[in-house]
């Protein structure tokens, strides 16, 4: 019996495809979610657990200058289920916890007199030496706070992450990432801190100050939008591993190929795939093959992977942060989450809290493959070694890898993206890529739903009105009719104009 509406196959339980079933199960559209985790829907947004601690995989603050997404959140987990946390984050350097966003006044007279001086000589140079249009993330960020304040407070950090040197980055990144900011800025902003009533858009969001999060942390909101998709009638299965997407294109209708983690395979058919999953992986798997230059793009694109080791320790109450950014070059891990900070209830018992240090590294590297007592080992030293804890204080440990974290953009990822694009538009026209990898861009986890809430409206409207494309950082989006009225790299507008991500790049 058909129901008159388009049957949807979302691939991927992170917050773009679960986003997108929640709103069509609303709908009463016949949804599937094919999630490849065995455990947890959620993507890197879900909540991890081990022995009853719950820890964040990446640290999620719920704060979004679209109020859209914010009504979605309190209405796919209810208000009392959110907490409203200070954001608090540091910078770890020589022994020290510095304020981040940098506070003038704190971080140089934690510096001393001697380098305090030398900061604000070494920004005066900056500022009177800076290139008028800088190419680098060095440059761009000694153009705003002087050598000596990258040096402390931006260098190592970066170098860890992306697993390249600063003087390598394109300044985009730097542009976006630290968008609005600037010494000056920040000095105001610690003579007059924003108010309850400041309009959110106007709020340079590396100062938000206080931020939604759900009790038992994001992983929450997600399970409880999977339940609700269920209650609705869709599927939610986890386990499971798209091997293959058949179009036809007679019947406009995909076959989806799909396994369980026994092996057991099993055939869907749907009007309309959402994918979430890899853009490399995806355009492996799809059937007829893309031309052969989307296929050799789709090999190019490469990902940054990170992995958690979460510690149980002694709560000594040495620092209350949500995370603390770790510039130490004498020491691999680049950020310490602090657990309790999140959220109390995600750690059980008392006198005891759990501590997420993140090492960012490349799938099948030294760090990726030692053993997880090798890594809690690794974790529990430079713990020590940085005096955040003391030797008898480290009472457990696990690891939680994480493969693709972040798509890795390099000098022609957007090329690629372009390349990958156009052949799919052009071959698959009901195939709709979302979220961080399945677009592979710079999404956070905002910026994913509104790529999804965008799709669902293409499909109920049959016709692709709104360009998810052009959804930047802010979550903010373009409404201007046709997609092509929004640019569109399809179409030989340049990626960038299309929406394509500012993100790390070589120079």
Same mark, same amino acid.
């Given at each position: 019996?058909?129901?008159?509406?388009?049957?949807?196959?979302?691939?991927?339980?992170?917050?773009?495809?679960?986003?997108?079933?929640?709103?069509?199960?609303?709908?009463?559209?016949?949804?599937?979610?094919?999630?490849?985790?065995?455990?947890?829907?959620?993507?890197?947004?879900?909540?991890?657990?081990?022995?009853?601690?719950?820890?964040?995989?990446?640290?999620?603050?719920?704060?979004?200058?679209?109020?859209?997404?914010?009504?979605?959140?309190?209405?796919?987990?209810?208000?009392?289920?959110?907490?409203?946390?200070?954001?608090?984050?540091?910078?770890?350097?020589?022994?020290?916890?510095?304020?981040?966003?940098?506070?003038?006044?704190?971080?140089?007279?934690?510096?001393?007199?001697?380098?305090?001086?030398?900061?604000?000589?070494?920004?005066?140079?900056?500022?009177?030496?800076?290139?008028?249009?800088?190419?680098?993330?060095?440059?761009?960020?000694?153009?705003?706070?002087?050598?000596?304040?990258?040096?402390?407070?931006?260098?190592?950090?970066?170098?860890?992450?992306?697993?390249?040197?600063?003087?390598?980055?394109?300044?985009?990144?730097?542009?976006?990432?630290?968008?609005?900011?600037?010494?000056?800025?920040?000095?105001?902003?610690?003579?007059?801190?924003?108010?309850?009533?400041?309009?959110?858009?106007?709020?340079?969001?590396?100062?938000?100050?206080?931020?939604?999060?759900?009790?038992?942390?994001?992983?929450?909101?997600?399970? !409880? $939008?999977? #339940?609700?998709?269920?209650?609705?009638?869709?599927? /939610?299965? +986890?386990?499971?591993?798209? %091997?293959? =997407?058949?179009?036809?294109?007679?019947?406009?209708?995909?076959?989806?190929?799909?396994?369980?983690?026994?092996?057991?395979?099993?055939?869907?058919?749907?009007?309309?795939?959402?994918?979430?999953?890899?853009?490399?992986?995806?355009?492996?798997?799809?059937?007829?093959?893309?031309?052969?230059?989307?296929?050799? !793009? $789709?090999? #190019?694109?490469?990902?940054?992977?990170?992995?958690? /080791?979460? +510690?149980?320790?002694?709560? %000594?109450? =040495?620092?209350?942060?949500?995370?603390?950014?770790?510039?130490?070059?004498?020491?691999?891990?680049?950020?310490?989450?602090?657990?309790?900070?999140?959220?109390?209830?995600?750690?059980?018992?008392?006198?005891?809290?759990?501590?997420?240090?993140?090492?960012?590294?490349?799938?099948?590297?030294?760090?990726?493959?030692?053993?997880?007592?090798?890594?809690?080992?690794?974790?529990?030293?430079?713990?020590?070694?940085?005096?955040?804890?003391?030797?008898?204080?480290?009472?457990?440990?696990?690891?939680?890898?994480?493969?693709?974290?972040?798509?890795?953009?390099?000098?022609?990822?957007?090329?690629?993206?372009?390349?990958?694009?156009?052949?799919?538009?052009?071959?698959?026209?009901?195939?709709?890529?979302?979220?961080?990898?399945?677009?592979?861009?710079?999404?956070?986890?905002?910026?994913?739903?509104?790529?999804?809430?965008?799709?669902?409206?293409?499909?109920?409207?049959?016709?692709?009105?709104?360009?998810?494309?052009?959804?930047?950082?802010?979550?903010?989006?373009?409404?201007?009719?046709?997609?092509?009225?929004?640019?569109?790299?399809?179409?030989?507008?340049?990626?960038?104009?299309?929406?394509?991500?500012?993100?790390?790049?070589?120079?």
């Amino acid at each position: 019996m058909t129901t008159g509406k388009p049957s949807v196959v979302c691939i991927g339980a992170g917050p773009a495809g679960l986003t997108a079933a929640y709103l069509l199960s609303r709908q009463g559209i016949p949804v599937t979610v094919l999630e490849k985790d065995p455990r947890y829907v959620g993507g890197i947004s879900r909540t991890a657990e081990y022995k009853g601690f719950a820890f964040d995989i990446g640290g999620h603050r719920f704060f979004s200058k679209s109020a859209q997404i914010e009504a979605l959140w309190t209405d796919m987990l209810g208000e009392e289920d959110f907490l409203v946390r200070p954001r608090k984050s540091r910078i770890y350097y020589r022994g020290k916890l510095f304020d981040y966003p940098i506070r003038a006044f704190d971080a140089l007279s934690k510096l001393g007199v001697v380098e305090a001086v030398r900061c604000v000589l070494s920004y005066v140079q900056g500022k009177l030496s800076a290139p008028a249009i800088p190419k680098t993330f060095e440059q761009w960020v000694t153009g705003q706070f002087g050598r000596r304040l990258f040096e402390i407070f931006f260098k190592t950090y970066t170098e860890k992450v992306w697993g390249m040197k600063c003087s390598e980055i394109s300044a985009d990144w730097a542009a976006q990432r630290i968008k609005g900011l600037s010494l000056t800025k920040a000095i105001w902003h610690a003579l007059l801190p924003q108010h309850a009533g400041a309009a959110r858009d106007k709020i340079i969001k590396t100062l938000v100050n206080s931020f939604r999060y759900p009790r038992r942390g994001p992983g929450m909101l997600w399970e !409880a $939008a999977a #339940a609700r998709i269920r209650a609705g009638g869709g599927e /939610v299965s +986890l386990g499971q591993t798209v %091997r293959s =997407l058949e179009w036809d294109a007679g019947e406009r209708r995909w076959t989806v190929g799909v396994a369980d983690a026994d092996g057991a395979e099993r055939r869907l058919v749907c009007d309309h795939v959402i994918s979430s999953m890899p853009m490399r992986e995806l355009v492996r798997a799809v059937v007829p093959a893309p031309p052969a230059p989307a296929a050799r !793009a $789709a090999e #190019a694109l490469r990902y940054r992977d990170f992995l958690v /080791v979460a +510690l149980v320790v002694q709560d %000594r109450e =040495l620092f209350d942060d949500n995370w603390i950014y770790i510039h130490d070059p004498g020491v691999k891990v680049g950020r310490i989450q602090n657990f309790r900070s999140w959220s109390p209830e995600m750690v059980p018992a008392p006198g005891l809290n759990c501590y997420g240090l993140e090492y960012f590294c490349f799938e099948g590297d030294g760090l990726w493959t030692s053993s997880d007592d090798a890594l809690v080992r690794l974790a529990s030293d430079e713990l020590v070694a940085l005096g955040l804890a003391a030797p008898d204080d480290i009472v457990d440990g696990t690891v939680v890898r994480q493969p693709k974290a972040y798509p890795v953009y390099d000098d022609c990822y957007q090329h690629h993206v372009a390349t990958i694009r156009a052949a799919l538009d052009a071959g698959y026209p009901n195939l709709h890529l979302v979220g961080r990898n399945g677009m592979h861009k710079y999404n956070n986890q905002d910026h994913a739903m509104m790529t999804a809430i965008l799709t669902v409206k293409n499909i109920l409207l049959g016709r692709r009105a709104y360009d998810v494309w052009c959804v930047n950082q802010d979550a903010e989006y373009h409404e201007e009719g046709e997609a092509g009225a929004s640019g569109d790299a399809s179409h030989g507008t340049s990626p960038a104009a299309a929406g394509g991500r500012l993100v790390p790049m070589r120079v």
